[in-house]
């Protein structure tokens, strides 16, 4: 293995980023592989905002291999651990690590335990994609160590798959197409992206966060139950699913913004109908929820155009598209004048994300909140409940680019010489 004895470690960092579908996947055909029962797109958010950053180490002085989440050791039992695992071993070839000196064999890999470490900048199983981003990054950072290289286009998004479903679609940025496939063995259910995250430069993301609390339905257990018993859902994935998909590719396209508002907020509003049809019913939205729908359903109408999508996944936070960045300044404007922070919450902590936003509304303080006028189409009508505090936070963001590695040295999760975590160390 180039170096003799146990002594050395070889590392690799990479980071990818959670992604929100448009056009929802909801049901599985076949469990074990996480086939879906319908393609899906999503678009993929700014890893500067929402991401994992995972570390990887592999050393023939490592007992087993051992996996932490947000600092916390996990069991690597897991079938789906395991899954992504064997499945980049088997594709390991030989390696040279350019900072060690290490050479190690496409044999050797087996012989070879790894530790992992990966971390979430976003809350985890609140309805934001983190199994998404989490496992798109464990494949990727993996394929970085073990030297895999695509033997097919979306090879390693097949994998990704075997982890959480929409992690294929987390490798790659922009738009992105999960397509379901129909091979038994799941070859061809892989994602491809369908535009750069440069190619709709105007839109803006924000996101309300109603909860960062874990779900009280796993996604998982969800799409079981709704397979199991809801009609609509089988309705929605054979007959209306496929023309949504190439109503879709085509607006993202031509950057439509009407047609894509009209699409992911109907695709989000049938999504969750499917989780009310089916039984017992499951029910991701909650009454602020509700509101945040409200607030956009009534600017829409009263615009006489979409200014701004939503959509929610399997969870009650709200992702909210601006069709641009003037847009998102009245949408910040809305939000924070029917949501507002608790008294003692700085501006800056209750927006977070891209900051550009926050200083085009030239918001500096809870002060400049008073400032905002009352929303045109609220005039004369009954005001909304405010209650404040009732959102956790808010994020703005953008669509941003696939997985990618992390060189610098600061950046790691595991020390580089014992392979354990860092906080362990200090």
């Not at 155009?305 to 809305?334: C, H, I, S, W």
Request: proline share 5%; glycine share 6%.
């Amino acid at each position: 293995m180039g170096k003799e004895g146990n002594e050395w470690v070889v590392t690799r960092t990479g980071r990818a980023p959670s992604n929100i579908a448009v056009i929802k996947y909801w049901g599985k055909r076949d469990e074990k592989l996480i086939l879906p029962i319908n393609s899906s797109i999503s678009v993929t958010l700014d890893p500067a905002h929402l991401s994992a950053t995972t570390t990887v180490s592999a050393s023939p002085a490592f007992e087993s291999d051992r996996l932490w989440l947000n600092g916390k050791e996990v069991s690597m039992e897991g079938v789906r651990y395991k899954n992504c695992l064997r499945e980049m071993r088997a594709r390991a070839t030989d390696m040279v690590d350019e900072r060690t000196g290490v050479t190690i064999r496409k044999q050797d890999w087996a012989n070879v335990h790894v530790h992992i470490a990966s971390e979430n900048n976003f809350p985890t199983a609140a309805g934001l994609a983190s199994s998404a981003a989490g496992f798109a990054c464990l494949v990727f950072t993996l394929a970085q160590l073990f030297g895999v290289k695509e033997t097919y286009e979306g090879e390693l998004s097949a994998i990704a798959r075997l982890g959480s479903g929409s992690a294929c679609r987390s490798l790659y940025g922009g738009f992105v197409k999960w397509n379901m496939g129909q091979d038994v063995d799941g070859k061809d259910s892989i994602a491809t992206q369908l535009a750069e995250h440069t190619h709709w430069d105007d839109l803006v993301i924000i996101i309300a966060v109603v909860s960062s609390q874990q779900k009280e339905t796993s996604s998982t257990a969800g799409m079981q139950e709704s397979v199991r018993t809801s009609p609509l859902l089988h309705f929605r994935a054979q007959e209306v699913v496929p023309q949504r998909i190439k109503q879709m590719e085509e607006a993202v396209k031509t950057c439509d913004f009407e047609e894509f508002a009209k699409l992911t907020c109907a695709d989000s509003n049938q999504f969750h109908a499917t989780c009310l049809d089916t039984s017992p019913p499951i029910f991701y939205l909650n009454d602020t929820s509700r509101r945040l729908i409200g607030l956009v359903e009534r600017w829409n109408r009263f615009a006489g155009k979409p200014q701004v999508a939503y959509t929610f996944d399997a969870g009650p936070n709200a992702v909210m598209f601006a069709r641009d960045q003037e847009v998102a300044v009245l949408l910040l404007q809305r939000l924070l004048f029917q949501f507002p922070p608790l008294p003692d919450v700085e501006l800056s902590s209750y927006v977070v994300g891209d900051q550009s936003v926050l200083k085009s509304a030239q918001l500096d303080s809870q002060q400049d909140l008073q400032t905002i006028p009352v929303p045109a189409e609220m005039a004369g009508a009954v005001m909304p409940l405010r209650t404040p505090g009732e959102l956790g936070y808010i994020i703005c963001t953008r669509p941003g680019q696939g997985a990618y590695v992390l060189n610098a040295d600061n950046v790691g999760l595991l020390d580089p010489i014992s392979g354990l975590p860092l906080q362990l160390h200090q």
